[in-house]
């Protein structure tokens, strides 16, 4: 019998940060785990409450373009390139936005 090889995959990189951040906790260094999961607290209230307007308007948030937005792109972009700078400083808002809108969406459906 021939067994399927798609099992055999590398293994997840977070798993390594996660066991090596493990080890130095366990001989005494501080920890702020950040590597795996999700964030133990709510959205912010401002991101609720422009999310509660935005639902009263008849707005969505939906699926964007798999290239982002073109004010995202914007604010990644230097001189039509990305921008390393303009990523770093602007990744947290990307990947929020993102979170979030998937989050939104996984409410809607659970209330229909």
Known sequence: MKLSTRGQTAPFVAMDVLSEATRLEAGGAPVLHMEVGEP???????????????????????????????????????DGRVSGAALEDNQTAAHGLAWLATYVEALRQMQH
């Open 40 to 78: 133990a607290f709510g959205a912010p209230r401002a991101a609720l409450e422009a999310l509660a307007a935005a639902e009263g308007r008849g707005e969505t948030l939906g699926y964007t373009s798999g290239l982002g937005t073109a004010r995202l792109r914007e604010a990644v972009t230097v």
